[in-house]
């Protein structure tokens, strides 16, 4: 102890004198147990106290303020804020010298969130005794809570020079600090107060706060993480750590986490402007634009909120919304020249020319970021003015280095003024710094030809058809150039290609057609569209151009042409089943079933269709239904993979010997991914074949399948395997990976225990029960440990909550009931024997050791019953013969007797049970 602590200790010892001081003494000690007390100066409190409340009931008649100054303190120990305001006050009218009692009531209306009144009491207790570092404290927040800062600030400096430990002091003061702006002092103290009080999540996340606004994400979401480790349901602490993210640009992460911090609190409409943020900055439009309607909707109608609806809806092509939001924007904030640019966008894209010139202006003369000259040239040239269109560009790549695609725009500004020359320039650059298009080569050519550089437009006409083979136009086009370069039969066949495309023939579909056999599908679709613009589609053309679009990814516009084709008439297995497997992908299982039934109903051998309803069934939790269709996949051929499939339904059904053997098969032809070797590992887990499941688990994980459970169920094995070392290593990894994984403190610890480590192994247990209070078996564990270190009391407390929680669970009830005999305590053990009994008729140890309690407890006829039961079920227990012989010699049975002892010597030979019962049959009559 230092010596600021003796000091204060001699002090109180002094004050003790008088029967008023005691209770000044009490409630000094009371708030100075909030940084810490020694035992001894806790035993001085409590007895103390108890001389002090024996002396209150000791009065005859009159209830002297000393009492209720008593039953003040108890109040507020027991948190019951009122009651102490009262009693408190009843006290303080009778003797107001007492400066304890008023902090005492200040802290109360403190909590009752009455500051004015609170302020007044602290202020009396300084005037009484200005040396109270709790009233100086109690004082500061107050202060904070009336929101004058400065003031709170120096109160809780003054708490701080009395009591330097006071963790909630340095917690106050650093908000004090943070509300006046001064986050650097701010953040000191909120550190100085989560090292006095590592528990404290409010230090922790007013910190995260102060290193938000300071811009230290990392650290910020550091001290959220940690507030969130000690309380997974804070939801303002997730809410805060999402904003956090957001800053550092992990959008997905922040949206996640602020729809956590939803679930637990409703968001406000500023909060729902953040997420919205977030979905926009990570692309999902959808989402964000949700977001944004409800802030809107729930009053945050700012410039900004229309501004960011209007980008989510301008990325969604919904421009005429854009347009709207936007002006919405300008309409709160008519500087805002973001929004001027972004709705010149919208209106451009839906061919409003004039009014988006407008709006690129309005943005120009603001000064807005970006190429605006640029997009004036754009409209420019839209509205046919090509001369201002090149001016307008021209001007903006004076400033701005323009894109390829830039200068190709300027190019055919340039070609449609006739300047062929600079158009062939621009185009020429565009292709060299890396626009590889159709129609930049296109231009070239057209630019070229004008110039009557028929070889280089032949050339380019030629680049143009490479890369869009049903581009007529320029075949057209390369005709004419090799027409004035004399190549008239190459000319011929250019031409009759143009009109064979422009009549719209089937080479394109054809052309899809090769184009999906060689996995191309993107360009087959395309490419079979084309075809249909000009041809009605038959019904296999359609399923044709469904397949390129499933082969994509396309489902919508696979499903859309499936359909289609059924509609016409098309009624084959095939496609069924491809539309089925659409539905699976789009996670419409009921469309999904009845498609693949439809299939087999078609062609009942084709495995696939089986293969696929059985993973419907499985992913809809009908794993009986799922196995069946796995089992007739594998009988019609599907392969062995589909034996994994079956090893998963097993191992869902329970049937993990099954899903082991299943998925052993499987990986006989085909090597296991990570994740199949853990798959497998957890079955062989559940059949008890733990060295199987510790080397699947190893595979999974070298693999680089290093999940919190995969750790996790590495460490049981290991555990059953007895390598607790390894078990311990694994819990370890598992509980970085995920701080909130169930059960993997409690299995640590149980490891730690077996390892002899006693002290880590009760920290770890502790700690299961700390963020899991209703986790029974964590309960059961450290009561084990406890009653093997001797303390059977406190083991006893252990087993009774655990069986709070589950009071029919016969294992706790038997190591309970254990425990009480050890103890000497026969009536609690045998009633937790009777309840084993109960549950378990055929659990012979239970009927052993009720019998024995009974015989203890002198009930000689319930003990014969019991123990008869017991050697009934397992005639190998010696010690129940033993003890039944002995019983019946206690109510004059003796023959019976004799016959018991003879039982024990001949099972079990040679045994200390053995000597004691031949020298209790010498002794019978």
Same mark, same amino acid.
Not at 152 to 160: W, Y
Not at 613 to 637: H, I, K, M, N, W
């Given at each position: 102890?230092?010596?600021?602590?003796?000091?204060?200790?001699?002090?109180?010892?002094?004050?003790?004198?008088?029967?008023?001081?005691?209770?000044?003494?009490?409630?000094?000690?009371?708030?100075?147990?909030?940084?810490?007390?020694?035992?001894?100066?806790?035993?001085?409190?409590?007895?103390?106290?108890?001389?002090?409340?024996?002396?209150?009931?000791?009065?005859?008649?009159? =209830?002297?303020?000393?009492?209720?100054?008593?039953?003040?303190?108890?109040?507020?120990?027991?948190?019951?804020?009122?009651?102490?305001?009262?009693?408190?006050?009843?006290?303080?009218?009778?003797?107001?010298?007492?400066?304890?009692?008023?902090?005492?009531?200040?802290?109360?209306?403190?909590?009752?969130?009455?500051?004015?009144?609170?302020?007044?009491?602290?202020?009396?207790?300084?005037?009484?005794?200005?040396?109270?570092?709790?009233?100086?404290?109690?004082?500061?927040?107050?202060? @904070?809570?009336?929101?004058?800062?400065?003031?709170?600030?120096?109160?809780?400096?003054?708490?701080?020079?009395?009591?330097?430990?006071?963790?909630?002091?340095?917690?106050?003061?650093?908000?004090?600090?943070?509300?006046?702006?001064?986050?650097?002092?701010?953040?000191?103290?909120?550190?100085?107060?989560?090292?006095?009080?590592? =528990?404290?999540?409010?230090?922790?996340?007013?910190?995260?706060?102060?290193?938000?606004?300071?811009?230290?994400?990392?650290?910020?979401?550091?001290?959220?993480?940690?507030?969130?480790?000690?309380?997974?349901?804070?939801?303002?602490?997730?809410?805060?750590?999402?904003?956090?993210?957001?800053?550092?640009?992990?959008?997905?992460?922040?949206?996640?986490?602020?729809?956590?911090?939803?679930?637990?609190?409703?968001?406000?409409?500023?909060?729902?402007?953040?997420?919205?943020?977030?979905?926009?900055?990570?692309?999902?439009?959808?989402?964000?634009?949700?977001?944004?309607?409800?802030?809107?909707?729930?009053?945050?109608?700012?410039?900004?909120?229309?501004?960011?609806?209007? @980008?989510?809806?301008?990325?969604?092509?919904?421009?005429?919304?854009?347009?709207?939001?936007?002006?919405?924007?300008?309409?709160?904030?008519?500087?805002?020249?973001?929004?001027?640019?972004?709705?010149?966008?919208?209106?451009?894209?839906?061919?409003?020319?004039?009014?988006?010139?407008?709006?690129?202006?309005?943005?120009?003369?603001?000064?807005?970021?970006?190429?605006?000259?640029?997009?004036?040239?754009?409209?420019?040239?839209?509205?046919?003015?090509?001369?201002?269109?090149?001016?307008?560009?021209?001007?903006?790549?004076?400033?701005?280095?323009?894109?390829?695609?830039?200068?190709?725009?300027?190019?055919?500004?340039?070609?449609?003024?006739?300047?062929?020359?600079?158009?062939?320039?621009?185009?020429?650059?565009?292709?060299?710094?890396?626009?590889?298009?159709?129609?930049?080569?296109?231009?070239?050519?057209?630019?070229?030809?004008?110039?009557?550089?028929?070889? =280089?437009?032949?050339?380019?006409?030629?680049?143009?058809?490479?890369?869009?083979?049903?581009?007529?136009?320029?075949?057209?086009?390369?005709?004419?150039?090799?027409?004035?370069?004399?190549?008239?039969?190459?000319?011929?066949?250019?031409?009759?290609?143009?009109?064979?495309?422009?009549?719209?023939?089937?080479?394109?579909?054809?052309?899809?057609?090769?184009?999906?056999? @060689?996995?191309?599908?993107?360009?087959?679709?395309?490419?079979?569209?084309?075809?249909?613009?000009?041809?009605?589609?038959?019904?296999?053309?359609?399923?044709?151009?469904?397949?390129?679009?499933?082969?994509?990814?396309?489902?919508?516009?696979?499903?859309?042409?499936?359909?289609?084709?059924?509609?016409?008439?098309?009624?084959?297995?095939?496609?069924?089943?491809?539309?089925?497997?659409?539905?699976?992908?789009?996670?419409?299982?009921?469309?999904?079933?009845?498609?693949?039934?439809?299939?087999?109903?078609?062609?009942?051998?084709?495995?696939?269709?089986?293969?696929?309803?059985?993973?419907?069934?499985?992913?809809?939790?009908?794993?009986?239904?799922?196995?069946?269709?796995?089992?007739?996949?594998?009988?019609?051929?599907?392969?062995?993979?589909?034996?994994?499939?079956?090893?998963?339904?097993?191992?869902?059904?329970?049937?993990?010997?099954?899903?082991?053997?299943?998925?052993?098969?499987?990986?006989?032809?085909?090597?296991?991914?990570?994740?199949?070797?853990?798959?497998?590992?957890?079955?062989?887990?559940?059949?008890?074949?733990?060295?199987?499941?510790?080397?699947?688990?190893?595979?999974?994980?070298?693999?680089?399948?290093?999940?919190?459970?995969?750790?996790?169920?590495?460490?049981?094995?290991?555990?059953?395997?007895?390598?607790?070392?390894?078990?311990?290593?694994?819990?370890?990894?598992?509980?970085?990976?995920?701080?909130?994984?169930?059960?993997?403190?409690?299995?640590?610890?149980?490891?730690?225990?077996?390892?002899?480590?006693?002290?880590?192994?009760?920290?770890?247990?502790?700690?299961?029960?700390?963020?899991?209070? =209703?986790?029974?078996?964590?309960?059961?564990?450290?009561?084990?440990?406890?009653?093997?270190?001797?303390?059977?009391?406190?083991?006893?407390?252990?087993?009774?909550?655990?069986?709070?929680?589950?009071?029919?669970?016969?294992?706790?009830?038997?190591?309970?009931?254990?425990?009480?005999?050890?103890?000497?305590?026969?009536?609690?053990?045998?009633?937790?024997?009777?309840?084993?009994?109960?549950?378990?008729?055929?659990?012979?140890?239970?009927?052993?050791?009720?019998?024995?309690?009974?015989?203890?407890?002198?009930?000689?006829?319930?003990?014969?019953?019991?123990?008869?039961?017991?050697?009934?079920?397992?005639?190998?227990?010696?010690?129940?013969?033993?003890?039944?012989?002995?019983?019946?010699?206690?109510?004059?049975?003796?023959?019976?007797?004799?016959?018991?002892?003879?039982?024990?010597?001949?099972?079990?030979?040679?045994?200390?049970?053995?000597?004691?019962?031949?020298?209790?049959?010498?002794?019978?009559?």
């Amino acid at each position: 102890m230092d010596v600021k602590r003796e000091d204060v200790k001699r002090e109180d010892v002094k004050r003790i004198a008088s029967y008023a001081s005691r209770i000044t003494f009490y409630v000094t000690r009371y708030f100075h147990s909030k940084v810490g007390m020694s035992k001894a100066s806790k035993i001085l409190v409590v007895v103390v106290c108890a001389v002090w409340l024996a002396a209150c009931a000791a009065a005859p008649s009159t =209830r002297g303020p000393q009492s209720y100054f008593g039953a003040g303190f108890a109040a507020l120990r027991a948190q019951k804020w009122a009651a102490a305001q009262s009693a408190f006050s009843a006290g303080l009218e009778q003797d107001s010298t007492q400066s304890a009692a008023f902090t005492g009531r200040g802290w109360a209306n403190l909590r009752l969130g009455q500051f004015d009144a609170a302020y007044t009491d602290f202020e009396a207790a300084l005037a009484l005794d200005p040396e109270d570092a709790s009233a100086w404290a109690g004082l500061g927040r107050a202060q @904070l809570k009336q929101g004058a800062y400065a003031a709170a600030v120096e109160s809780l400096t003054q708490a701080l020079r009395r009591s330097p430990l006071r963790s909630s002091a340095y917690i106050d003061r650093g908000m004090a600090y943070y509300k006046q702006g001064q986050y650097d002092p701010a953040i000191a103290d909120f550190t100085r107060g989560v090292r006095s009080d590592a =528990r404290s999540t409010r230090g922790y996340y007013d910190r995260g706060l102060a290193y938000s606004k300071t811009a230290h994400y990392d650290l910020a979401i550091a001290d959220f993480q940690q507030v969130l480790v000690r309380n997974s349901s804070d939801g303002k602490a997730r809410y805060a750590l999402g904003v956090a993210e957001y800053h550092l640009a992990r959008y997905a992460q922040a949206v996640q986490d602020m729809t956590a911090a939803f679930e637990i609190v409703q968001a406000t409409a500023g909060q729902r402007y953040q997420r919205g943020l977030a979905y926009y900055r990570q692309g999902d439009y959808a989402s964000a634009l949700d977001d944004f309607n409800a802030a809107i909707a729930a009053g945050r109608g700012t410039a900004y909120a229309f501004f960011y609806r209007g @980008l989510a809806e301008f990325h969604a092509n919904r421009d005429e919304e854009a347009v709207g939001d936007f002006g919405r924007a300008i309409a709160r904030s008519p500087a805002l020249s973001a929004a001027y640019r972004q709705r010149g966008l919208a209106r451009y894209r839906l061919g409003r020319f004039e009014a988006a010139r407008q709006d690129f202006e309005s943005a120009g003369r603001l000064g807005t970021p970006g190429s605006v000259g640029y997009l004036l040239g754009l409209t420019s040239y839209r509205l046919g003015r090509y001369a201002q269109a090149i001016q307008e560009m021209t001007a903006a790549f004076e400033t701005t280095s323009p894109a390829p695609s830039q200068l190709y725009q300027r190019g055919l500004a340039y070609y449609q003024h006739g300047e062929m020359a600079a158009a062939y320039a621009d185009f020429d650059a565009a292709l060299n710094a890396g626009l590889d298009t159709t129609y930049a080569f296109y231009y070239r050519g057209l630019a070229a030809f004008h110039l009557a550089r028929y070889a =280089r437009s032949a050339v380019d006409f030629g680049q143009a058809i490479e890369r869009s083979p049903d581009f007529s136009a320029a075949y057209r086009q390369r005709g004419l150039a090799e027409y004035r370069l004399g190549q008239t039969d190459l000319a011929r066949q250019d031409f009759e290609a143009a009109i064979r495309l422009n009549a719209g023939d089937t080479a394109t579909y054809a052309l899809g057609l090769v184009e999906y056999h @060689l996995g191309h599908y993107a360009q087959a679709a395309q490419n079979m569209t084309t075809a249909f613009q000009t041809t009605a589609p038959t019904a296999q053309q359609l399923y044709q151009r469904g397949l390129a679009f499933y082969g994509q990814g396309d489902y919508p516009s696979a499903r859309a042409d499936f359909e289609a084709a059924i509609a016409q008439g098309l009624d084959t297995a095939q496609v069924y089943l491809y539309r089925g497997l659409v539905a699976y992908h789009q996670n419409d299982d009921d469309r999904a079933r009845s498609d693949f039934d439809a299939a087999i109903a078609r062609s009942p051998g084709m495995n696939a269709a089986y293969r696929q309803r059985g993973l419907v069934a499985y992913r809809g939790g009908q794993f009986e239904a799922a196995r069946q269709d796995f089992r007739t996949a594998q009988r019609l051929g599907a392969g062995d993979s589909v034996f994994y499939l079956l090893g998963l339904a097993e191992y869902r059904l329970g049937n993990y010997a099954a899903a082991a053997q299943d998925m052993t098969a499987a990986f006989q032809t085909t090597p296991p991914k990570a994740g199949q070797s853990y798959q497998r590992g957890l079955a062989y887990y559940r059949t008890g074949d733990y060295a199987s499941a510790s080397a699947d688990f190893d595979v999974a994980l070298r693999g680089g399948y290093r999940t919190a459970f995969a750790y996790f169920y590495h460490g049981l094995a290991a555990y059953h395997l007895q390598n607790y070392g390894r078990a311990v290593d694994d819990f370890t990894r598992a509980h970085k990976l995920d701080g909130t994984l169930a059960g993997v403190l409690r299995q640590r610890g149980l490891a730690e225990y077996r390892l002899g480590q006693t002290a880590q192994a009760r920290r770890d247990l502790d700690r299961a029960i700390q963020r899991d209070p =209703r986790d029974a078996s964590a309960y059961y564990d450290r009561g084990l440990l406890i009653r093997d270190e001797g303390d059977l009391a406190g083991a006893l407390h252990d087993f009774d909550r655990a069986l709070a929680l589950r009071p029919d669970d016969a294992a706790m009830l038997y190591t309970r009931g254990r425990t009480y005999y050890r103890r000497g305590d026969y009536a609690g053990a045998q009633a937790d024997f009777r309840r084993v009994v109960a549950l378990n008729p055929q659990q012979a140890q239970a009927f052993y050791y009720l019998g024995l309690t009974q015989y203890k407890m002198r009930a000689f006829g319930p003990a014969i019953a019991s123990l008869s039961r017991a050697v009934e079920i397992d005639s190998t227990l010696p010690w129940a013969w033993y003890y039944r012989g002995l019983a019946y010699r206690e109510i004059g049975q003796n023959e019976r007797a004799k016959s018991d002892m003879r039982q024990v010597a001949a099972r079990a030979p040679g045994s200390r049970v053995a000597g004691l019962a031949a020298r209790a049959l010498r002794r019978i009559p």
